[in-house]
């Protein structure tokens, strides 16, 4: 915008799960970053909040935390907004600068239903025998709720989570992969983990990826397929 004109910006990122943009506020407020990402994430790096009239005010994280939760048990992609405070006088940014004293902003909530094509794919791959599995950066409540949209797993199991696969050693993760149908907020080491993981127990694994990141997991499955635009 002519207002805030954009000077610098670090793109979304699947390890760090947000991104941020650079602007210049004019000579009284400097350089400000605006940050969009998962909600533990921008949680984590905030210390105020503004609240609807614009006042600064504490940061209440569990009651934020609720709020999205609420709105991803309905199938909704939450994200979390936030800014730093005015005043830098860089024109570049780097993850340093985001690592704490942010001011949260709000959440934003988006429907992104599921395509009727796609509940069909798993239709007719599980009529083939093939167990298909959902991995996503999605919150594990989104997750959850969109696989029971279309039909995956039990419909009652929760997702498995990034953080918790962290906690897992390359045994525990084999017994897990099979089973669970949803994984969650899950970086693209993790994504390579898991094909390893379901490969070890005989299975031939086919994995779908749209971006640079799932270039490792492609290249490991015995199939690896790269979407377009359409997937």
């Known amino acids: 915008a002519a207002d805030l004109p954009r000077l610098d910006a670090l793109p979304f990122d699947s390890r760090h799960q947000y991104m941020a943009s650079l602007h210049d506020a004019g ?3 400097g350089r400000v970053i605006y940050v969009k990402g998962a909600v ?3 949680l984590a790096r905030s210390a105020e909040a503004v609240d609807a009239d614009g006042d600064t005010v504490g940061l209440k994280p569990e009651e934020v935390r609720a709020i999205a939760d609420e709105m991803a048990s309905e199938g909704l992609r939450v994200l979390a907004l ?9 024109d570049t940014i780097d993850h340093g600068d985001l690592d704490v004293g942010l001011t949260f902003l709000g959440l934003q909530a988006m429907l992104d239903p599921p395509r009727p ?3 069909e794919a798993i239709a007719v791959c599980r009529q083939a025998g093939i167990d298909v599995k959902m991995i996503t950066g999605d919150h ?12 995956l797993g039990d419909g009652d199991r929760e997702a498995v989570t990034g953080r918790q696969m962290v906690e897992m050693t390359d045994a525990q993760l084999i017994e897990v992969a099979g089973p669970a149908a949803v994984f969650a907020r899950v970086s693209p080491e993790q994504k390579l983990r898991l094909v390893e993981a379901l490969q070890s ?31």
Do not use: F, Q
Request: proline share 3%.
């Open 82 to 90: 936030a800014r730093s405070r005015p005043g830098a006088a860089a």
């Open 117 to 119: 094509e796609a509940i």
């Open 40 to 42: 533990e994430v921008i």
């Open 140 to 151: 594990a409540l989104t997750a959850s709720a969109i696989a029971r949209a279309i039909g």
């Open 201 to 231: 127990r005989g299975h031939v694994v086919a994995m779908t990826g749209d971006g640079v990141n799932d270039a490792p997991a492609l290249k490991r499955a015995d199939i690896g397929i790269a979407m377009g635009i359409a997937g």
């Open 27 to 29: 000579e009284d407020r």
